[in-house]
């Protein structure tokens, strides 16, 4: 497990190696320790823009002593369909970090999801940007992990969240990568509503399950065709 | 928890970010007096701290998490020194041994490129006290002939500490784009943009925030 001072080093280690600035993005249990929102982590997750800083960064974790473990973790759902997997780096002490590009298995870093960062911490030549609560529920909601079920639920505790946000952002992917993230999203919900009494608005999910269901009724109907 | 602490937990939930007593008299449609008496309880229970803007307005920052700081905010720092204080949608918190100086601030506002942040950082001119220092950061932020411009520009509007002909010089000499803030010019600075190099991206009339404290 990794906590919020022991990944403030690692980013200062890897900051100062680092012969430029790079920028990356903070997302899941790494987000929420700089939201103090979580205790500790068991994998910190990093998504790049750039191929080129991910690269920089990767040899950085190699030469401190990290070691790329090629074989598939699974961690989220809809993986084996998936190329795009993550770098995943483990240190000594069985720490991970995953380096991700652009996208998080099935969810694209849009836009959108920028757009609404609100804090950037620099640690010498990284810039951390860490993603906003309403993006990390989603980004939870693709993988299947119980306590990534706990994460939202503390998030949705602490956070006065934008179910605005979380719709228009589902449907935002639908154009992008995943174009059944709403059907994903709705699975997830429900499953916190009902079995950890997630303090989630009837009318959103009835909202989601509306989008969900048109989606499935275009793709089905096209399959008829 | 008790029941009262739930229910300013939920207050500072919903208040989260930047706030004015007028606009958490806006969102629970109460009175402004009692307003502020939110505002306390926030900040004994540690949810809120205050910061000062212009015309001494109170700005409440809130956050339910109560969290601790760590590192330095950048806009926290510019808002310290300058007269003119900004709000931003982003915080920008540098990790760092020590905190950064006035001059490595000055220089890091700059670099930003962003109108409000370059014209809060020219309020930081008056607060240099080592210019070599500044030319260093100059150096590194490569935007030299940019601050002495600025510096100018400064002087002209306001009380600022002398440079030393030193600094100007190797200032003037230094190499760095022509553009502060990307296809912004002046009508009112003719004479300091030829001398720099340097489009000022200021007209005199956005200068009056400063008019108070003008020579």
Redesign the interface.
Known sequence: MVNIEEQEELFKVIGKELNEKIECYAIGGSAMMFYQAKADTKDVDLVFLEKKGLEKVKKILEKIGYVDKKELVKIFRRYEDNKNRPIMMVGKNGERIDLFFKEIITFEMSDTIVSRVKEAHEFNNLIVKIVSAEDIILLKCATEREKDRYDALSLMENFDIRWDIIIEEAVNQTKLESYLFPVYLFDFLEELKEDFKADIPKEVLKKIRKISEDLLEKKLGKRKK | MKKSDVRLFSIA??L?GLQTVSTIAKTFNIKERTAVNYAWRLRKEGYLTTDYARNKIRWYRID?????K??YDLYELLNKDSRVKIST???????ADKEPSVEEVLARAIDTKEFRIVLASLGLFNKIKNWSRLREFADKYRIGRQIGALYDVARRTMKVKRMDERTRKALLKSKGGKFIIKNFKSKSFNDVEGKWRVFIPFNKQDLEVYEEWSI
Do not use: A, C, Q
């Open positions: 939930k919903r989260r339910p998490l109560k969290r601790k760590s590192g949608r982003e915080d920008y918190i540098i990790h």
